[in-house]
């Protein structure tokens, strides 16, 4: 029996995986966690194991492609990953049966929260990614954000868990009317009235990543840019399109800044300060330059976690193809760029997952976003596309236009409601290819709920429902001391 619940435990983990990318069997996570929550028992400390368990088998399948950037660091990634399950799973079924509908979503809340901000954060598989392509409940995002998607996921497991084990409807009909009042009232998003479009050129020539000499990436955008017939409003080069400083090439520097007297670009390179080294957007245009310095960086790949400590940079260069060790410097302050009387922010890479910084830039006034990527160290894995479908989020939260240009692929536009628009194919491949994509932005300057209030509404939703189990709980406990 126990190696049964053991072999439930692992089950949930492979459903789960399985409806995400590049899988996308999306309606497997409405009952994903089922056979994990069917195998699990009242305040039982092998809750935590199973948990754990579950979480591990999820984790090493959608987390495959870091295997080929960090190594052995693969696994410990999925296994600090799925710490968080065991404790979800422990503490959930250690309060009363009666308590649990509103431990299981506070908890699963706080925990993706959390995850999204410990340790720089890392929010790339939230339990609500699973819904990208699912054009209803997607569209809940720009009320509660992704985190209210993944609540909503694990109510619906909880509850036919119950119904299935426990023979209690209530919260199976509480699921059905949370869920039926909220698509009831979902703000489906409408063309604006204004028709003015934005016409942007994104080139991916398949070059600009790490090792490749910065001359020959360069020439590569600058060829499919010069073929370009039609003026744009705008040509978009991906994150590190130019591998190197640029500035240090006067001729290449100069040529960008003459291009820009008649057409402006925006593109990906190193910049310095002092004795620090940013990874940078260039923004270019009437022969003048402005630059974002990325202010989220990505652990191990552009700088080292505990890089003091040489055990650790010794397994590193063992584990790192590319034997270096990075050491950019976050940028301290976000950056507005102006076009044509219009308003955009750039992305750079996997800032695009982070829901905070794209409703930031918003707030702060932008009118579409553009995220700048250099997927080329992902290789031919599950990870480009799960890291452009962070991008159908972004867009619906804030109901902005989303284009997303990289090196090797992928790059796409997205619409205010979630929709892909776009996707450059070539030989019906869009990764490791190169070509240019077409893309018509319509700015807009609809503030949606989400994007106003963030996840203020949950947070205190989730708190006080937690703090009223807990509260209620100690009651029972002091009723009982007193008999």
């Known amino acids: 029996m126990r190696n049964l619940k053991l072999l439930l435990a692992v089950l949930s983990g492979i459903i789960l995986s399985v409806s995400f990318p590049p899988f996308n069997l999306w309606y497997l996570a409405w009952i994903g966690f089922i ?27 959608v987390f495959s492609w870091i295997f080929s950037v960090a190594g052995f660091i693969y696994i410990l990634i999925c296994l600090y990953f799925a710490l968080w399950w065991g404790i979800f799973t422990y503490l959930t079924f250690s309060f ?34 699973s819904q990208w392509n699912d054009k209803y409940i997607n ?21 036919i868990t119950f119904l299935l084990k426990k023979k209690k409807i209530w919260e199976f009909l509480f699921f059905l009317i949370v869920l039926i009042s909220i698509i009831f009232f979902i703000p489906h998003w409408k063309k604006p009235l204004n028709k003015k479009k934005i016409k942007i050129y994104a080139i991916q020539a398949n070059a600009g990543f790490i090792g490749q000499p910065p001359r020959e990436s360069f020439y590569k955008y600058w060829s499919l840019t ?5 003026k744009s409003s705008l040509v978009v080069w991906p994150e590190s399109s130019f591998p ?6 006067p001729h290449l520097w100069n040529k960008l800044l003459k291009f820009s007297k008649k057409q402006p670009i925006l593109f990906g390179s190193i910049d310095s300060k002092g004795n620090k080294f940013f990874n940078a957007a260039f923004f270019l245009k009437h022969g003048k330059h402005y630059v974002y310095h990325k202010m989220h960086l990505v652990p191990f790949g552009e700088y080292l976690p505990g890089k003091r400590f040489k055990w650790l940079r010794n397994i590193y260069k063992e584990e790192n193809p ?21 308003r955009f922010s750039p992305l750079i890479c996997y800032e695009n997952t982070f829901p905070d910084i794209s409703r930031e830039k918003i707030l702060a006034g932008s009118q579409f976003l553009i995220t700048m990527t250099n997927d080329s160290w992902f290789g031919k894995s599950f990870g480009p596309q799960q890291h452009f479908i962070q991008n159908v989020f972004r867009a619906i939260e804030n109901r902005r236009y989303v284009l997303q240009v990289s090196t090797t692929g992928i790059t796409g536009l997205i619409s205010p409601n979630g929709k892909i628009k776009k996707i450059l194919y070539k030989n019906h491949k869009k990764l490791f290819i190169s070509g240019i994509l077409k893309a018509n932005i319509i700015p807009i300057n609809e503030i949606t709920f989400y994007t106003k209030w963030d996840n203020i509404p949950l947070t205190f939703i989730f708190f006080f429902l937690s703090i009223g189990a807990l509260y209620g709980e ?5 009723r009982k001391n007193r008999v």
């Open 139 to 159: 569209q809940i995002a720009s009320l509660v954000g992704i985190y209210g998607i993944s609540c909503l996921i694990l109510l619906s497991n909880f509850s």
């Open 226 to 230: 010069k073929s370009i017939k039609e």
């Open 35 to 61: 056979p994990l929550f069917y195998s699990l028992e009242e305040s039982n400390v092998l809750n935590f194991f199973k948990g754990f368990l579950s979480g591990f088998i999820f984790y090493v399948i």
């Open 322 to 342: 590319y034997h270096f060790i990075p050491d950019l410097s976050p940028g301290k302050t976000d950056k507005i760029f102006y076009l044509n009387g219009y």
């Open 96 to 129: 009363p049966s009666s308590k649990r509908i509103y431990i299981v979503l506070s908890l699963w809340f706080f925990i993706e929260i959390i995850i999204t901000h410990l340790f720089t954060g890392f929010p790339w598989i939230l339990l609500g990614f």
């Open 474 to 478: 100690i009651n029972k406990i002091r």
């Open 244 to 249: 190197s400083l640029i500035k240090e090439y």
